[in-house]
């Protein structure tokens, strides 16, 4: 079956700008989480949905935010671009009701702040 | 607040060797997760331990856990070029899809 899949997978934007990264889990998972990938900081948890609602929430300022459609597929949104916020951002969706917790990790997007 | 520490952070090896990446982290999860990730590419799931003493086997990789010294271990036996990655473990933080990673082991497999 389809895995997780991430668009786009490659962005360049400037400072002070927007930008919107869509997800769309693999079929039947209702969990979708994002997280953030830098040389420096590594992998981290930026949010993660279910069933529309914001689960939980890493700790990432209030310009980075996202959203869950009905059919499970999400974005996420970082507004006021900074140079620091380039990074790989990858999502990931889960069942839910498993009791592995496993994750299943899209290929990511990577945004470049110049 | 969850740590989660790996060892070594690179490491290059030859083919036929064996080694073993440890993973230690620092409060109470009976829940581990290893990963690998190849250049440019997204987070390949490997191994997921879900309690004290699990051990869990695929090729020439091999994961344990143990929850009592909140460690886990990689062990790569007779490593091959094509096992060259980075691997991550990630431990469960308790909170819906929040798993915490270690900084990662580059693995490099030299002939």
């Known amino acids: 079956k389809a895995g997780v899949t991430q668009t786009p997978r490659y962005l360049i934007k400037t400072r002070g700008q927007q930008v919107t990264l869509s997800c769309s889990p693999i079929?039947?998972?209702?969990?979708v989480s994002w997280y953030q990938q830098t040389p420096g900081q590594g992998l981290q948890f930026l949010f993660e949905y279910f069933s529309e609602t914001q689960r939980n929430k890493g700790n990432f300022p209030g310009r980075f935010s996202g959203r869950q459609f009905s059919n499970s597929r999400s974005e996420m949104n970082v507004s006021t671009l900074e140079l620091g916020d380039s990074a790989l951002y990858l999502c990931?969706?889960?069942?839910?009701?498993?009791?592995?917790?496993?994750?299943?990790f899209g290929e990511g997007s990577r945004l470049t702040v110049l | 607040e969850l740590k989660v520490e790996q060892n070594p952070l690179f490491l290059s090896m030859q083919e036929g060797k064996n080694y073993t990446i440890y993973c230690n982290y620092s409060?109470?999860?009976?829940?581990l997760y290893w990963y690998r990730q190849d250049p440019g590419k997204s987070l390949e799931s490997l191994f997921v331990?879900?309690?004290?003493?699990a051990v869990k086997q695929e090729g020439r990789l091999m994961a344990s856990l143990d929850t009592k010294a909140r460690l886990s271990t990689l062990h790569i036996t007779a490593a091959v070029h094509d096992l060259s990655a980075t691997y991550f473990c990630?431990?469960?933080?308790?909170?819906?899809?929040?798993?915490?990673f270690g900084k990662g082991t580059k693995l490099s497999v030299k002939p």
């Open positions: 079929s039947g998972h209702r969990s």
């Open positions: 331990l879900l309690s004290n003493g």
């Open positions: 990931a969706s889960s069942l839910s009701l498993s009791n592995t917790g496993e994750l299943f």
């Open positions: 990630a431990v469960d933080s308790g909170s819906q899809g929040n798993l915490i």
């Open positions: 409060t109470t999860s009976d829940r």
